[in-house]
């Protein structure tokens, strides 16, 4: 239990999540209370078929909490670069950034090339697009600082859950 709550403060400090203790909150209950967490956000869960308790994961409470917040974006697998900046664009790290995605905006690259392409762009900036890795055929993407993503990659294998990022 203490790899995970060091995992959810430690991606708090690198999102700058205000609310990073009720974030930790949310995955203790998923731990700890599964049915409950099934309850409390049930409108969010149906779409990923999750009906039982037993479907609730650690993991996918943390992926579920970056969303409510703005932080992750799932995008299907089938995508172009456009699909890309959007949800990268509706991220609060990348809002606060003001990119400029416009190099990228003429690029035809598609699926998880597209991918590797913006997050080829994020590291000119000191940033990284990182995937959660979900065991889907989705991708739940991030942007973080390059410096955060070792240690959060470190946390998230002591926990089980795996951080890719992506880049060529």
Same mark, same amino acid.
């Given at each position: ?5 060091? @995992? ?5 400090? !690198? ?6 203790? &009720? ?10 209370? /599964? ?16 009906? &039982?308790?037993?479907?609730?994961? /650690?993991?996918? !409470? ?24 959007? !949800? ?15 190099? @990228? ?9 597209? @991918? ?23 991708? /739940? ?8 993503? !070792? ?18």
């Amino acid at each position: 239990m203490d790899d995970w709550q060091a @995992l959810c403060m430690a991606l708090g400090q !690198a999102l700058a999540l205000e609310d990073r203790e &009720e974030l930790w909150g949310e995955v203790r209950q998923a731990i700890e209370q /599964p049915a409950q967490y099934l309850d409390r956000f049930a409108d969010d869960l149906v779409n990923r078929g999750m009906d &039982e308790a037993e479907h609730v994961t /650690p993991w996918l !409470a943390l992926v579920e909490g970056l969303q409510r917040r703005r932080q992750n974006f799932e995008l299907d697998w089938k995508l172009n670069m456009d699909d890309a900046i959007w !949800a990268l664009q509706q991220l609060q790290t990348v809002q606060l950034r003001g990119l400029d995605w416009q190099a @990228l905006a003429r690029s035809k690259a598609l699926n998880h090339e597209a @991918l590797q392409e913006a997050g080829d762009y994020l590291r000119s900036q000191n940033l990284d697009l990182v995937c959660f890795d979900i065991d889907s055929d989705s991708y /739940p993407l991030s942007v973080l600082e390059t410096s955060a993503v !070792a240690p959060l990659q470190a946390l998230a294998q002591r926990v089980g859950g795996k951080l890719v990022a992506l880049h060529n």
